[in-house]
């Protein structure tokens, strides 16, 4: 007598791949989520034009990097709070946007927690039995998961950072693009992730300070967006209001195109002197 093996139950056949339809009207207009970066040099107004975002809560990690700007300031002294303090951020209604000032401060902190949990110094240390790429790995770990959770978060949340200055060679030649002071390939990454990178900077315009975001990517930078209605922007921002102004280049309407003359009627004659 003879056993039959038996038979292995049908396999369900896997769903067929569908398009989906092409996309109908396009997103326009100031973003209320996504990732943006404001880079700059200190004191260049960075956590000014980001504190005023409506509804927004400024994360501030820098002490008393915040203490003489208005909106909704929370000081955050160490990683661990800062963590508590983006995840109820992230779960409160009431929190339209998340700025964090600044991306160096939290580059520091998760640089000494992934040092002390591989027994060095610092993650650039070398010591024997350490493998030096899995450090440098479980630091993009730890971005990786802050950029997902901000970008998931449906809300708009603003990495506030200290700017590189480029490197020129003697011809010229820019060697290093001016760009986010995050070392090696996580600058890159964020960068990268990010759907709008401006530049704030400041200058003197007569007798005043005159204050600046910019969009536009130039030669010398890495700066940028996305977004086409701010991708050939340089705002100038005013004392008060300034996120306004940011959203009032983002929605502003093409300008109005001369009217037409009125058919047979016959342009007026220059008189002489051409006035």
Not at 37 to 47: D, M, S
Request: proline share 7%.
């Amino acid at each position: 007598m003879t056993t039959e093996t038996p038979a292995a139950p049908a396999q369900d056949a896997p769903p067929k791949f569908k398009f989906a339809p092409p996309r109908g009207k396009l997103k326009t207009g100031m973003p209320t989520d996504g990732l943006w970066i404001l880079a700059g040099l200190p004191k260049a107004g960075k956590t000014t034009l980001s504190a005023g975002i409506p509804g927004g809560v400024l994360l501030e990690l820098e002490r008393g990097g915040a203490d003489r700007v208005e909106g909704w300031i929370q000081e955050i002294p160490d990683l661990e709070v800062f963590r508590q303090a983006v995840m109820a951020a992230v779960e409160d209604a009431n929190v339209k946007a998340i700025v964090i000032d600044s991306l160096d401060v939290v580059s520091d902190w998760l640089e000494v927690d992934v040092a002390e949990q591989f027994g060095l110094d610092s993650v650039s240390e070398r010591k024997e039995g350490v493998n030096g790429f899995e450090v440098w790995k479980e630091l993009r770990s730890r971005f990786e998961k802050l950029i997902s959770l901000l970008k998931a978060s449906g809300k708009l949340a603003v990495l506030v950072a200290h700017s590189r200055e480029p490197k020129i060679d003697a011809d010229g030649r820019v060697i290093v693009p001016a760009g986010i002071s995050i070392p090696g390939k996580l600058g890159g990454y964020i960068a990268a992730e990010a759907d709008a990178i401006g530049h704030c900077y400041k200058k003197q315009v007569g007798s005043v300070t005159q204050y600046f975001v910019s969009f536009q990517g130039g030669p010398l930078g890495t700066w940028g967006s996305r977004i086409p209605e701010l991708e050939d922007k340089t705002i100038m921002l005013p004392r008060a209001g300034q996120w306004a102004a940011v959203c009032a280049a983002a929605d502003a309407k093409a300008p109005a195109t001369e009217p037409e003359k009125a058919a047979g009627k016959k342009p007026k004659a220059q008189t002489k002197g051409g006035k």
